[in-house]
């Protein structure tokens, strides 16, 4: 049956019909508004002033509804602040479903038998850095150590019970501050026991002004493209997994994101036939990158309306359409580098445990 699922959506993605008839096979949903981080990059606390955390009687609803086969918990918040996110991950389980959750690391050792009670498939860890100073200077908080010790714990841990969930997956977004340490970084992630590492190209599109200087005001193609290659000789030999390759391929679309270029390459957007977000309050957007937008992008109310409704509504239609054409109607689709099938499955090898797999 999941396989017959993913098929369809395979097709739907190339065939682009306006209607897409059954539900996406994979889902974003934010479990928090709430962070004990203040992140230059992220706009989090001039967006939520009043931060709260996903019901798991809410979780459940949009579950029932949509019934996908991968689930990522990840918002604009810190997902183990959620006191419900380990009988989240149970609930999907139930369903049939592989989850995903992105931290940032600072309750791995509160909440580590949770998640393993959980059967979590895929733990993704953003770091950024190599060192306590770099950390601090990016997060603005001395959290370094005791994610470094919450990863070695959880590793520890899988070790004595001699099982290989979750998946662990180290974060980097590549800036300024931290640009010449990502060939270390792979070394660190490998020696931490991790199984993959996945950098990610900057997005300073909503960052707040005063921090675009400190985040990428001295980055050049060539510092980045340097310190990639290096980094890929670095994991090519430790045998360790990256997306550096994939990256290198594509980095010249990504480089545009940097300069905030509008992408004018014909790359069709995959998401309206393959995935949604849908945000605390129950908005149904595009992708995670309308996250933090509550003005624009909404294709609905999972609450107010039945998620299929609004998946096949004329909004969503009308946004099918124009991608279809090869138009990119928001400004955050201006500058996006679109996902495609061939993104997806080459996504896997760094995906352990979480795209393959029933």
Request: charged share 25%; with cysteine.
């Amino acid at each position: 049956m999941n396989s017959l699922r993913f098929f369809k959506a395979g097709l739907r993605t190339l065939s682009k019909p306006s209607k897409a008839g059954d539900t996406p096979v994979h889902i974003q949903i934010e479990p928090t508004t709430a962070c004990n981080l203040a992140c230059k990059s992220c706009p989090h606390p001039m967006v939520f002033k009043n931060p709260a955390h996903m019901k798991l009687e809410v979780f459940k609803k949009i579950i029932d509804q949509i019934q996908p086969l991968r689930i990522t918990l990840s918002g604009i918040g810190e997902p183990l602040l959620n006191p419900q996110i380990d009988q989240m991950i149970v609930y999907a389980h139930k369903m049939g479903t592989k989850v995903n959750l992105t931290t940032n690391g600072t309750f791995l050792k509160r909440r580590r038998e949770d998640l393993f009670n959980a059967k979590l498939d895929l733990l993704s860890v953003s770091i950024d850095a190599t060192n306590p100073e770099t950390y601090q200077a990016i997060r603005r908080k001395d959290e370094f150590e005791g994610i470094l010790e919450g990863i070695r714990t959880v590793v520890q841990r899988k070790q004595e019970l001699k099982i290989d969930f979750p998946k662990i997956r180290t974060h980097f977004v590549i800036q300024s501050a931290n640009v010449a340490q990502m060939a270390e970084f792979v070394t660190l992630s490998a020696d931490l026991g991790t199984d993959a590492v996945h950098f990610q190209p900057l997005d300073i599109i909503d960052v707040v002004a005063p921090n675009k200087d400190f985040l990428a005001g001295d980055l050049t193609y060539e510092r980045i493209i340097t310190a990639m290659k290096e980094a890929l000789k670095v994991a090519q030999r430790l045998n360790f997994v990256t997306n550096l390759k994939e990256l290198l391929e594509d980095f010249d679309l990504y480089w545009k994101k940097y300069n905030r270029r509008t992408q004018d390459e014909d790359i069709k957007c995959i998401m309206p036939w393959f995935s949604s977000y849908i945000n605390l309050k129950g908005d149904v957007k595009p992708c995670c990158s309308f996250g933090v937008h509550d003005d624009i992008g909404t294709m609905g109310n999972v609450f107010e309306s039945g998620f299929k409704e609004i998946w096949n509504s004329t909004a969503y239609e009308e946004l099918r359409h124009e991608m279809k054409n090869g138009e990119r109607p928001y400004k955050i689709c201006k500058n996006c580098v679109p996902r495609t099938l061939v993104d997806i499955a080459r996504a896997s090898k760094f995906s352990p445990g979480f795209i393959k797999g029933k």
